[in-house]
């Protein structure tokens, strides 16, 4: 009975590996070998490309030839870290081998020995996020170095990671950490409940996942932030918010956020409190002028134009004289050329990209102004708009403020101020109806907290942060330290 139950397990064994050759016929770089020993005969399979090949010819195979009296799998469990996967099914057979792991197959047995070579770059200063006196190493492509970046900074075993598995075809791993006595329970099981319930046939992107376990996919706002710097993902955790590490992506996502969250700089932490106050007054600033000041502009030059002072009319009127085009239009021209420059600033080289975008904008900027088909005012309006939207922090809330200025600058053309002012109220409406993972998305501004306020608008000494803030819901409310 025992014979014949062997011999089943054997032939369940030997479909298996056929199954498995069957499935990566088509692939060149997948290897299946016959080695012979002295006494025994076995096959090693893995994928070339994935492996490093001067491990398992160096290595892992002449330490196998050196056994004499204790059989191939024994003598293996003894050398090597070996793994048993002869129960394991075909699909995780495969993703051992998508692993870079060289899988044994010995008499009944099959083993895998992790020999993966998979290419990496060193940790570097992140790109997103240039650092003046913080570190200067940045996530990375490897899902575990960036671990190891955040594990290194937090050495306290309530910060908990749990893996997942995305993607039907792609099986890209992902990560949620988190600190266990901190983070709202609620929150918690809200995320590990969207992880488990997204449908991908690939994963490559970060903000793939974002977009399906966020509350509103089709915001035009962010309800999730990134960042590529590991100092700031751990201030972060330490508020009571989740983080998520896709591999592949030099980003790292989390939650929950807020408005004011988006406009704090990882260096914030590094400059002195007075001088962060300032800079976050500037980059509240900068949303504004950003988004509503060209169509404040349009709506005072073109609509009510009694509303300003007598010498500005003045200078309006003489670098508008002759001009064929009307306000509204000369502004949306304008913005599309800048954000035509920008565009073709971002996708060239880095070395040249920023030269041409400022001197295409120049340029072309005073060549329009002299064959006149611009003013000179409209020019600086422009000008101060996209200096004002370089001041923000995170780039999807730019990219955000950027469809709010032609919405503001629409409503204007055919409003006036009444139409700035409309798109002002349905902003803060819009504002007010989003949240992340339950927390509302005005955050720290309401309902209104003095203590939230001035925590989140400015920045005080270190001393003076005992509490973490209240926007996350965390269990642990006493123990923040920082802003």
Partial sequence: MENK????????????????????????DFVCQKHKTDEETFEIIYIDSLVNMQYLDQYILPKLNEYKDASIK???????????????????????????????YVGDSLLSINAGDFPKRQPEESALETSIRGPKDGFVEDIKTNVSLIRRRLHTPSL???????????????????????????????????????????????????????DRPYSVFPTMDFSGRPDFVV??????????????????????????????SPEDTYINYAFVSLERLIRMLGIMVSGFFPGIWIAFSAFNIEQIPYLLVATISVSRFGLPLSAPIEMFIILFLFELFNEAGVRLPRAIGQTV???????????????GLTSPTMLVVAAITYIASFTLVNQSLSSAITIVRFFVIFLSTFFGLFGVILGFILTVFYFSSLNSFGAPYFGSAAPISLTEAVKSFLKAPVQFYKMRTAS??????SRGEHN
């Avoid at 006595?181 to 488990?196: F, G, Q, S």
């Fill in 235 to 264: 201030q972060v955790l330490n508020q009571g918010r989740f983080a998520l590490i896709v591999d592949g992506n030099p980003t790292v996502s989390f939650a929950p956020i807020s408005l004011l969250l988006q406009t704090k």
């Fill in 5 to 28: 139950t062997l011999l089943e397990c054997k032939d369940s064994l030997w479909e298996k590996v056929t199954q498995l050759k069957s499935q990566f016929s088509q692939s060149q």
């Fill in 160 to 214: 908990c990671l749990e893996k997942f598995t995305i993607g039907k075809r792609s099986k890209t791993k992902v990560v949620l950490m988190y600190l266990d006595d901190v983070i709202d329970k609620k929150v918690l099981h809200e995320i590990r409940k969207r992880l488990n319930g997204v449908e991908l046939d690939i994963l490559t992107s970060a903000y793939e996942l974002e977009s399906s376990v966020r």
């Fill in 357 to 371: 975008a400022v001197l295409g904008g120049l340029i072309v900027g005073d060549a329009a102004i002299r064959a």
């Fill in 472 to 477: 996350t819901s965390p269990d642990d409310a």
């Fill in 74 to 104: 024994l003598h293996m469990q003894t050398l090597f870290q070996v793994e048993e996967v002869t129960f394991k099914s075909l699909e995780d057979v495969a993703s051992l081998l998508f692993d870079g792991n060289v899988i044994f």
